[in-house]
């Protein structure tokens, strides 16, 4: 009996997967189209091997983009709405829609990871969100590493901490620009946070960068003996 649920669940799942449809309908074929090529990246890099899996978490990232563009153009529109009026109903309306439009992003945000969590394992899913929003985190991360090799374990840990958090607002938000926003405001509170732990930060960024240009001549000149 239990072999016979499980096979059942198991069937139910498969279904659903195969039933992830792309909702592009009434949109501007050459946005689908960006918004496609730029999902397609994401889950290229996966590397999936099952079509029908692969198929069902582009759509749901397609779909996402898709959602986030129409939570914001409703948004725009009413805050458009709001300043055609005068006084305290023009700041309600404003305050109403920015409201409106937090509520939708909070409901999203949580059933994005989820619908993921269907077809993917937390690492792939991980995987996704770091795409969506330029693998901002490693790259970010790994820099501050390389930047101030003498940081401790509970530097390491609270500045990886603030990044996640970033990334989690970060994919939320409704353009490059935007994203690149939220991180800069945490990367400015990392370097706050490294300052008052007593390092110079000008200092430290001016030894890497001489760092940087060793290690470049260094595999500069053992490319050219290679080419020997």
């Not at 069902?56 to 409703?74: G, K, P, S, T």
């Not at 996704?128 to 901002?136: E, F, H, L, N, Q």
Request: glycine share 4%; with cysteine.
């Amino acid at each position: 009996m239990k072999k016979l649920i499980f096979v059942l669940l198991l069937a139910a799942v498969t279904f659903t997967a195969s039933a992830v449809e792309l909702k592009s309908e009434g949109r501007d074929t050459a946005y689908v189209a960006s918004i496609l090529k730029r999902s397609q990246k994401i889950v290229d890099k996966l590397d999936l091997k099952d079509k029908a899996q692969a198929e069902a978490v582009l759509h749901i990232i397609a779909n996402r983009y898709f959602e986030l563009n129409d939570i914001y153009e409703v948004r725009d529109q009413k805050l458009a709405e709001a300043k055609q009026l005068e006084g305290e109903m023009k700041q309600l309306k404003s305050d109403l829609a920015k409201y409106e439009c937090d509520s939708k992003l909070y409901r999203s945000h949580f059933a994005f990871p989820a619908t993921l969590g269907i077809y993917l394992n937390d690492e792939q899913v991980t995987a996704v969100i770091d795409g969506m929003t330029y693998g901002v985190v490693k790259v970010t991360y790994d820099s501050h590493l390389d930047m101030i090799p003498s940081l401790t374990e509970e530097e390491k840990t609270q500045i990886l901490a603030w990044l996640v958090e970033a990334r989690e607002l970060a994919v939320d938000a409704e353009n490059s620009n935007k994203k690149h926003g939220v991180f800069g405001k945490y990367k400015g509170r990392i370097n706050n946070y490294l300052s008052k732990r007593g390092y110079d930060l000008k200092a430290e960024r001016e030894a890497w960068y001489k760092r940087i240009e060793e290690r470049k001549a260094k595999e500069a000149k053992k490319n050219k003996k290679t080419r020997k």
